[in-house]
């Protein structure tokens, strides 16, 4: 057992309108979105070989994409920049950092996620659980916040970022559930369309899992990508999406569960499956998570922890352990464990690797109502 050392995540509370929420996020995690810019600047210069300027430039061409798809995204990302006093397209950086690492014809794919959903009669409390592993460059390991974001124009939400982002894995007051896997198709080539971490915040906008489907499968897609969706009537379905008009797939529940990785399972895919191809533990991260949810008919939340922390194939395993054989820059590693139960709107969530890490509990935006704030959680990382 790794000794451990108790450390922070940001809490970031936000309210308002969209201008307004947008410029308490950047004052109030002013320090995390700095971070995050010098990690994505030395990212994108290891990984693709651009400057942060190229970065800016090639930002920037999706600003007119997402204003038509969503303009009050872009007012929410320019009082991000305003209240942590950077530009807007440094913001935009960020929140098309896999856009734009395509863009530049990288092909280096850093290890990722792995995640579930499971109906309410395979779990004891009898309700919806989405979850998943977030798995990332370990940069992130400084700059994941808890974002919780209260509302007058759509339903409160609660999301796991990187500083910065707008989006990625949460729940919302409505009863809906998002997690969300990397994938890697043919058609990935840079195209100028909605990003993927826009529509994982329209998805975190929408009233019910088919909402939220209906938007991702209905935009003009940028990039390929993975989406679980559950809400508090039991139903789950995944959205498998490449950036083509035919380029989606939904995957129902079997047995009660879903369960993805980082590859395509639909075996109708149009092109070819590049993450299956270059990072072939995705399909042993699959098998194992899988074998894990199936061992048993009912799950308790302690037993999904368990499956969570599972380290079959050891260092790229379902819990994620840095690869001490990779370049510094390209080591990856399990950020945090989330299970979120959506009928209750309770999120568990394991700041680090779920093997070490002590669960807490969240239920924030997505049950009441609060005033802005910078608090902290705890977080539990290996030294």
Not at 50 to 65: I, S
Not at 151 to 158: I, Q
Not at 260 to 286: I, M, Q, S, V, W
Request: charged residues 20%; proline residues 5%; glycine residues 8%.
């Amino acid at each position: 057992m790794h000794r451990t050392s108790g450390i922070t995540f940001p809490v970031v509370r936000v309210a308002g309108p969209p201008a307004e929420r947008g410029s308490q996020y950047g004052a109030l995690a002013r320090d995390q979105i700095h971070r995050s810019i010098a990690a994505y600047e030395r990212v994108f210069q290891h990984y693709a070989g651009w400057d942060w300027a190229t970065v800016r430039r090639h930002a920037a061409r999706f600003t007119k994409t997402i204003d038509d798809f969503a303009p009050a995204l872009i007012a929410e990302m320019r009082g991000i920049a305003a209240g942590a006093g950077v530009d807007l397209e440094e913001i935009l950086a960020l929140n098309t950092r896999s856009e734009i690492m395509f863009a530049a014809g990288d092909t280096g794919i850093p290890h990722e996620c792995t995640s579930f959903a499971l109906q309410p009669h395979r779990t004891t409390t009898g309700t919806m659980i989405v979850a998943q592993n977030w798995d990332w460059l370990l940069h992130a390991q400084e700059t994941a916040t808890v974002l919780e974001v209260t509302r007058d124009d759509g339903p409160s939400f609660v999301t796991l970022v990187e500083a910065g982002l707008l989006a990625k894995v949460g729940m919302n007051e409505a009863g809906l559930g998002l997690c969300t896997n990397t994938l890697v198709s043919d058609g990935d080539e840079g195209r100028i369309g909605v990003p993927y971490h826009v529509l994982l915040r329209t998805a975190l906008d929408s009233e019910s899992a088919r909402d939220a489907a209906e938007v991702i499968a209905s935009a003009e897609r940028a990039l390929s990508a993975n989406y679980l969706l559950a809400d508090d009537t039991g139903f789950a379905v995944d959205l498998e999406t490449a950036p083509r008009p035919d380029g989606v797939r939904r995957l129902s529940p079997g047995n009660g569960q879903i369960t993805h990785a980082n590859h395509f399972r639909a075996t109708d895919l149009t092109g070819e499956d590049l993450y299956a191809k270059r990072k072939p533990h995705t399909l042993d991260r699959l098998r194992n998570i899988t074998s894990g949810l199936s061992s048993s008919g009912v799950l308790s939340v302690d037993d999904m922890k368990q499956v969570l922390a599972d380290h079959v194939d050891h260092p790229s395993s379902v819990c994620q352990h840095p690869n001490e054989a990779l370049h510094p820059r390209e080591r990856t590693a399990t950020i945090a464990g989330i299970i979120m139960d959506v009928t209750d709107r309770t999120m568990h969530l394991a700041a680090g690797r779920p093997c070490v890490a002590r669960w807490e509990t969240v239920k924030g935006a997505v049950s009441h109502r609060q005033p802005p704030l910078l608090g902290t959680f705890e977080r539990n990382r290996p030294e």
